[in-house]
T-cell receptor
């Protein structure tokens, strides 16, 4: 069974701090990794993708990937109350012609003003 | 900015009835997907569709489910005989040949 694991939280950080969200995955052949943000009652919104080991930065967001450790993380710098949401880690399982995503349960982030 | 759209936003149906959920993927995308999320649970893959055929389906996607691209813009999910446990948010997503999938706003299906 291919799994994606996340701490469900809540992760509470003060406004302006760095929020660190973590994800591990079980399938070594996974090649593509994504972070989605989901506000309550809304759909997942893609915020970051990462395909190779190392860091990838986009504005206040940095995704980090370590394939040897099967670990991917998301850092949010200068956290804002509007960042309060559930952050979903998703892994693309490549098999045949599919690009299906396997999601973790998500980590609830609460940014305190 | 192009986006995936879905209709209706909320569908209430009685057990045993057929429902059709509709999606308009982003226009230049070639891969289409349906996912569902039961309240309080994780997002689950249902089916992927490429080149007018199903490329993969999950165990959830049994004979009660079907997908269709009836024209050049719409992508539909049909549930033939709904059960109480089909109550969930259903998300359509699409992607280019690259892997980034963009989700629509979802249809909340309530089966009574």
């Amino acid at each position: 069974q291919k799994e994606v694991e996340q701490n469900s939280g809540p992760l509470s950080v003060p406004e302006g701090a760095i929020a660190s969200l973590n994800c591990t995955y079980s399938d070594r052949v996974s090649q593509s990794f994504f972070w989605y943000r989901q506000y309550s009652g809304k759909s997942p919104e893609l915020i970051m993708s990462i395909y190779s080991n190392g860091d990838k930065e986009d504005g206040r967001f940095t995704a980090q990937l370590n394939k040897a450790s099967q670990y991917v993380s998301l850092l949010i710098r200068d956290s804002q109350p509007s960042d309060s949401a559930t952050y979903l880690c998703a892994v693309n399982i490549h098999g045949g012609a599919t690009n299906k995503l396997i999601f973790g349960t998500g980590t609830l982030l609460a940014v305190q003003p | 900015e192009p986006e995936v759209t879905q209709t209706p936003s909320h569908q209430v149906t009685q057990m045993g009835q057929e429902v059709i959920l509709r999606c308009v993927p982003i226009s230049n995308h070639l891969y289409f997907y349906w996912y569902r999320q039961i309240l309080g649970q994780k997002v689950e893959f249902l089916v992927s569709f490429y080149n007018n055929e199903i490329s993969e389906k999950s165990e959830i996607f049994d004979d009660q489910f079907s997908v269709e691209r009836p024209d050049g813009s719409n992508f539909t999910l049909k549930i033939r005989s709904t059960k109480l446990e089909d109550s969930a948010m259903y998300f359509c997503a699409s992607s280019e040949p690259a892997y980034e999938q963009y989700f629509g706003p979802g249809t909340r299906l309530t089966v009574t």
